[in-house]
């Protein structure tokens, strides 16, 4: 079945610092890849968006400046989290899907701590 | 723009009692609607999916319909469990880009023994 890694599980970064996160689909072409932050009152916010061999979009709010992501082949993509602040904070997951698919498979996430 | 309303935050529940979660939509696509439970600790797993207006979409004892007239997509299941204990929520897939989800609030789901 499709399966979606996520790594680190968890870390914890000093403010100011960056931190990158990976993820790696398992049992299939990850043609589309999405990262979403999940805050700790459970709500979603859409990083950006990633497809392989086209450009990658960014949500209002969030920068490549800020987010870069590299989505390199069909199996792997990273984010990272460049000057961390406290606002920074939360649960970042990757979603992954196949072209013809209309269903995203999240990882577990990477839960960024920010001192 | 797109939305989805989950009206209850939390609910708690017995062992095999009868699970109803409230969801509706707002859009002017004709989406697809989603379940995904997220266990404690861990991503969201999708549920169920359907991609029809009035199908029905059935997974692990629960089921959702779609009803494009009254815009909603209730979670139902007959008889709980303690396992079933998670937060629920409802989405909707924007046509536009699959791989753009609207969540709801998530509904936290807590079954006593």
């Known amino acids: 079945g499709a399966l979606v890694y996520q790594y680190p599980r968890r870390t914890i970064c000093k403010s100011g610092t960056s931190m990158r996160m990976e993820c790696q689909a398992v049992?299939?072409?990850?043609?589309?890849v999405a990262w979403y932050r999940q805050s700790p009152q459970k709500t979603f916010e859409l990083i950006a968006l990633?497809?392989?061999?086209?450009?990658?979009?960014?949500e209002q709010n969030f920068t490549q400046e800020k987010f870069p992501i590299s989505h390199p082949n069909l199996s792997f993509s990273s984010m990272t989290v460049l000057n961390a602040y406290l606002e920074d904070r939360g649960l970042y997951l990757c979603?992954?899907?196949?072209?013809?698919?209309?269903?995203?498979?999240f990882g577990a996430g990477t839960r960024l701590s920010v001192l | 723009g797109d939305s989805v309303t989950q009206k209850q935050g939390q609910v708690t529940l017995s062992e095999d009692d009868f699970l109803f979660i409230n969801c509706t939509y707002s859009?002017?696509?004709?989406?697809?609607l989603l379940w995904y439970v997220q266990y404690p600790g861990q991503g969201p797993q999708l549920l169920l999916k359907?991609?029809?207006?009035?199908n029905k979409g059935i997974s692990r004892g629960f089921e959702a319909t779609y009803d494009k007239g009254t815009t909603s997509f209730h979670l139902q299941k007959a008889s709980v469990q303690e396992s079933d204990s998670a937060v629920y929520f409802c989405?909707?897939?924007?046509?536009?880009?699959?791989?753009?989800?609207?969540f709801g609030q998530g509904t936290s789901l807590s079954v006593v023994p």
């Open positions: 979603g992954a899907r196949t072209g013809h698919q209309n269903t995203l498979y």
């Open positions: 049992g299939f072409q990850a043609t589309s």
């Open positions: 990633s497809t392989v061999n086209s450009a990658i979009k960014y």
């Open positions: 859009t002017t696509t004709y989406p697809t």
């Open positions: 359907v991609t029809t207006a009035n």
């Open positions: 989405a909707l897939v924007d046509p536009s880009s699959f791989s753009k989800l609207v």
